[in-house]
T-cell receptor
Framework: DAGVIQSPRHEVTEMGQEVTLRCKPISGHDYLFWYRQTMMRGLELLIY????????DSGMPEDRFSAKMPNASFSTLKIQPSEPRDSAVYFCASSYSGQIPPYEQYFGPGTRLTVT | QKEVEQNSGPLSVPEGAIASLNCTYSDRGSQSFFWYRQYSGKSPELIMS????GDKEDGRFTAQLNKASQYVSLLIRDSQPSDSATYLCAVNVSPGAGSYQLTFGKGTKLSVIP
């Protein structure tokens, strides 16, 4: 089975540009999570969805960040405008509410974002 | 603020020894606990989950949970150089509210010396 798929794997952009990160969760999973990882702050949850509905976006750092999940197999995380401090690795993870044991999350390969 | 604390390391052990990784958490209501392994430049990979007090063994890995002390650990027996990675502890917070959110520690970097 395919795991979580993310694109692009690497993104280099200039400050002020719009950046869109993409994620395809594992088929059948009904939870999707977006994380950001930096050396200083570790792995931080930005937002998560259940059945395509945003449940908790309290981790989204600023209004410059937005996330959507238009269907069960696709989600985007957008940063507009981007800033150098947004440079990080962004991970998408998914989970299935019916799995036993519960709450296990499976991560995609990540997108390494560099904003110059 | 619900927190998960880990010693950042690095923890260095000789090949063949037992590596012991520790994690404490602040939310007494937490019920589910996870260990992820992350190689440099890669994504976190789930290696163990534990839900009940006591030990859970899977191959060379043993997870230990003590809810009274709010403490979870991971033991790696017969450590190999391929075990060198950062190990992340994760806790499901507020499970009673149906939340699937995990809070992660910052990880402990393990180095197994040949």
């Amino acid at each position: 089975d395919a795991g979580v798929i993310q694109s692009p794997r690497h993104e280099v952009t200039e400050m002020g540009q719009e950046v869109t990160l993409r994620c395809k969760p594992i088929s059948g999973h009904d939870y999707l999570f977006w994380y950001r990882q930096t050396m200083m702050r570790g792995l931080e949850l930005l937002i998560y969805f259940n059945n395509n509905v945003p449940i908790d976006d309290s981790g989204m750092p600023e209004d410059r960040f937005s996330a959507k999940m238009p269907n069960a197999s696709f989600s985007t995380l957008k940063i507009q405008p981007s800033e150098p401090r947004d440079s990080a690795v962004y991970f998408c993870a998914s989970s299935y509410s019916g799995q036993i044991p519960p709450y296990e999350q499976y991560f995609g390969p990540g997108t390494r974002l560099t904003v110059t | 603020q619900k927190e998960v604390e880990q010693n950042s390391g690095p923890l260095s052990v000789p090949e063949g020894a037992i590596a012991s990784l520790n994690c404490t958490y602040s939310d007494r209501g937490s019920q589910s606990f996870f260990w992820y392994r992350q190689y440099s430049g890669k994504s976190p990979e789930l290696i163990m989950s534990i839900y009940s007090n006591g030990d859970k063994e899977d191959g060379r890995f043993t997870a230990q949970l003590n809810k009274a002390s709010q403490y979870v650990s991971l033991l790696i027996r017969d450590s190999q150089p391929s075990d060198s990675a950062t190990y992340l502890c994760a806790v499901n917070v507020s499970p009673g509210a149906g939340s699937y959110q995990l809070t992660f520690g910052k990880g402990t970097k393990l180095s197994v010396i040949p």
